[in-house]
């Protein structure tokens, strides 16, 4: 019982790993896609991958707190070159990495997993704001407005969404229970 425990919890970590990728596809789209609309001409590709990002002036938030991370952790800043790869694997790995905590809540709460579905993406955008600000990333959640937050939340709505559904499809018997 045990061995198959744990090869339950290893199946669930996996797949909710891949269902987090897929969430970070979406949500990176949504993105894209408003980007786009208002105006911005970058091709996806590079959009996706942050190309312009040269130095860490004009990071996004996971660049700034993968820099702030490193800078606690070893007591030194990277250089500006690093900009770019940082907000890459910071992006995904938060993307990746909540997926895999979402396959592990899956497996070892009795709770369907459509309520999780319900409460995993305005959990995993409640807890930046909590987080970022910790590292000056983003200011308190009440120094933005309302339509700042409905358009972040939104995003975050589409990520659990698509994480919960792609797992749902990737272990579909992966149960508290085993």
């Given at each position: 019982?045990?061995?198959?425990?744990?090869?339950?919890?290893?199946?669930?970590?996996?797949?909710?790993?891949?269902a987090?990728?897929?969430?970070?596809?979406?949500?990176?789209?949504?993105?894209?896609?408003?980007?786009?609309?208002?105006?911005?001409?970058?091709?996806?590709?590079p959009w996706e991958?942050?190309e312009?990002?040269?130095?860490?002036?004009?990071?996004?938030?996971?660049?700034?707190?993968?820099?702030?991370?490193?800078?606690?952790?070893?007591?030194?800043?990277?250089?500006?070159?690093?900009?770019?790869?940082v907000?890459?694997?910071?992006?995904?790995?938060?993307?990746?990495?909540?997926?895999?905590q979402?396959?592990?809540?899956?497996c070892t709460?009795?709770?369907?997993?459509?309520?999780?579905?319900l409460?995993f993406?305005?959990?995993?955008?409640?807890a930046s704001?909590?987080?970022?600000?910790?590292?000056?990333?983003?200011?308190?959640?009440?120094?933005?407005?309302a339509?700042?937050?409905a358009?972040?939340?939104?995003?975050?709505?589409a990520?659990g969404?698509?994480?919960?559904?792609?797992?749902?499809?990737?272990?579909?018997?992966?149960?508290?229970?085993g």
């Amino acid at each position: 019982m045990r061995k198959q425990r744990k090869s339950s919890v290893v199946r669930a970590v996996s797949a909710g790993a891949v269902a987090g990728g897929a969430g970070t596809v979406a949500m990176d789209l949504i993105e894209y896609g408003r980007y786009r609309r208002g105006g911005g001409t970058q091709r996806l590709g590079p959009w996706e991958t942050a190309e312009g990002t040269d130095k860490w002036d004009n990071a996004s938030g996971p660049g700034q707190f993968g820099r702030w991370l490193v800078q606690r952790v070893t007591g030194r800043d990277l250089p500006n070159e690093s900009a770019r790869s940082v907000t890459n694997v910071v992006h995904w790995a938060t993307g990746v990495g909540w997926g895999a905590q979402f396959g592990i809540l899956a497996c070892t709460r009795r709770r369907p997993r459509w309520e999780l579905a319900l409460l995993f993406g305005p959990a995993v955008w409640l807890a930046s704001y909590v987080i970022l600000p910790v590292a000056k990333v983003y200011r308190p959640i009440w120094h933005y407005d309302a339509t700042t937050l409905a358009r972040d939340l939104s995003v975050h709505v589409a990520y659990g969404a698509v994480t919960a559904a792609t797992f749902a499809v990737l272990a579909p018997n992966v149960t508290a229970s085993g």
